[in-house]
């Protein structure tokens, strides 16, 4: 796409881009809520047209209500929930279901709009057509993420179909994003830097397994296993780090997810940092001039709620709000580390 797309005066089509740019990281928030209020499995069929509207009168939520009782989440974990408790959970994960549904309105709608009025070019097509399908994948990986757990001894989604699902909504957000700074950003305000663009390559692909880890870290619930810092459970090194067998380990060991998604954290921190230091001496575009400390910024606030998250981990209100956020600001750096890769590019 890079190579194919040219820059458009047609501001229209960016916008609505990034509109759906926009739509789809509060499509992420919401699939944060629903997974740390343990909502993911509310909803036990997937109905793609009548499920757009929520169960209606006393006797369609009770009927609900006892599809969700035949999974092992309520047997083992729910059994106390009464019907306003259900409701509660229900709603979350409905939200994200109607969420998708509107987000895939919105563009569908933009892009007849657009093809009636004629505003699209034909480099612009197969770019358009990758969004699309795109769109429809992260459908799929999430329908497969809710089978993963409706299935006996299985309390929750796995954390694999999760953090799947949670990679490819960013790479769908990514890719949204880049298309619409190929239409909007002027070339003058792109500068041709190497050594810059290689560095924020590398950012982008350690960012990458570090989203990874958060997935493991909210899919295995694993800040609860270690609700302490700057050590875990009191020692730098605990030998819960190697609790299970092989390379499994790496990502099926809450304890040894929660120790590297530390480590990661303090690693970026330390780049990005170094980072910053070197586009300080770097000649850059005046828009990379105005934003080249977002990356900073958003790091620092990333693992300032990060800790925040783990300590306050027990508390299951306080859990939702801070992951919420400390995921959020996950998004905000990726976005921002896209936004100076696109300015260095070739």
């Excluded at 605990?238 to 997810?257: D, E, H, K, R």
């Amino acid at each position: 796409m890079n190579k194919s797309l040219s820059p458009s005066p047609n501001r229209a089509v960016a916008w609505w881009l990034l509109t759906g740019a926009g739509m789809i990281m509060i499509q992420v928030l919401i699939g944060g809520i629903t997974r740390l209020t343990e909502s993911g499995l509310s909803i036990t069929e997937w109905k793609p047209i009548t499920g757009m509207l929520p169960p209606v009168g006393d006797i369609a939520w009770q009927t609900e209500f006892d599809k969700y009782k035949q999974t092992d989440q309520f047997r083992y974990l729910h059994s106390n929930f009464s019907l306003s408790d259900f409701k509660f959970i229900f709603f979350w994960e409905w939200f994200h279901r109607f969420w998708a549904r509107l987000l895939g309105i919105v563009f569908m709608v933009g892009f007849a709009w657009f093809v009636l009025k004629k505003k699209f070019k034909k480099e612009m097509i197969i770019p358009l057509v990758i969004l699309f399908l795109l769109g429809a994948l992260q459908g799929a990986i999430g329908w497969i993420m809710v089978k993963s757990g409706l299935v006996p001894e299985k309390y929750f989604v796995g954390h694999i179909e999760l953090t799947t699902h949670f990679v490819a909504a960013l790479g769908l957000l990514v890719y949204t994003l880049w298309f619409a700074l190929r239409l909007l950003v002027p070339e003058q305000q792109t500068v041709h830097n190497p050594a810059l663009k290689k560095f924020t390559v590398a950012l982008l692909l350690l960012l990458f397994v570090q989203l990874c880890y958060g997935g493991f870290m909210a899919g295995l619930r694993a800040a609860t296993v270690a609700p302490t810092w700057p050590t875990i459970n009191g020692e730098w090194l605990p030998a819960t780090l190697f609790n299970v067998q092989g390379s499994a380990n790496l990502v099926n060991n809450p304890f040894m997810v929660h120790f590297i998604h530390r480590g990661l954290a303090y690693l970026m921190v330390i780049l990005i940092i170094a980072w910053f230091v070197t586009i300080q001496k770097t000649a850059v575009s005046p828009w990379l001039n105005k934003t080249k400390v977002l990356p900073l910024v958003l790091v620092l606030a990333q693992v300032l709620l990060g800790i925040c998250t783990i300590l306050y981990s027990p508390a299951a209100n306080a859990l939702v709000w801070f992951g919420v956020l400390h995921q959020f600001t996950a998004m905000l750096l990726l976005v921002s580390l896209v936004w100076v890769l696109y300015l260095v590019r070739k």
